[in-house]
Nanobody, 124 residues
Framework: QVQLVESGGGVVQAGGSLRLTCAAS????????MGWFRQAPGKERVFVSG????????YYADSVKGRFTISRDNYKNTVYLQMNSLKAEDTAVYYC?????????????????WGKGTLVTVSS
């Protein structure tokens, strides 16, 4: 069982930055690939970024490429999402998720564990 707790959300002006943090429980953190998803009001939850178990591979949705950076620290059981050049359309609840297996897809349907989310609001 893996428990995930997100933090770092808040209100920021367009063009600003935020760093989200996801703290995970468990002793085999590196055996999970980690992802960030987001859900805007009235919309589906969508993939934002993912990272393999040892951090060697990273993946991004086209909408955030070049602006967001995902990273992980397996000693601290933590994954981060650095968000720069934020836009109003980035406003959403951001969820951290874990999938068993150090590599593989990041589809919403294959993620095994989810955090409760943290709200990011970007004001224009």
């Amino acid at each position: 069982q893996v428990q995930l707790v997100e933090s770092g959300g808040g209100v920021v002006q367009a063009g600003g930055s935020l760093r989200l943090t996801c703290a995970a429980s468990g002793r085999t953190f590196s055996s999970y690939r980690m992802g960030w998803f987001r859900q805007a009001p009235g919309k589906e939850r969508v993939f934002v970024s993912g990272i393999s178990g040892v951090g060697g591979s990273t993946y991004y949705a086209d909408s955030v490429k070049g602006r967001f950076t995902i990273s992980r620290d397996n000693y601290k059981n933590t994954v981060y999402l650095q968000m720069n050049s934020l836009k109003a359309e980035d406003t959403a609840v951001y969820y951290c998720a874990a999938a068993s297996g150090a590599s593989g897809p990041f589809s919403y349907y294959v993620m095994d564990y989810w955090g409760k989310g943290t709200l990011v609001t970007v004001s224009s």
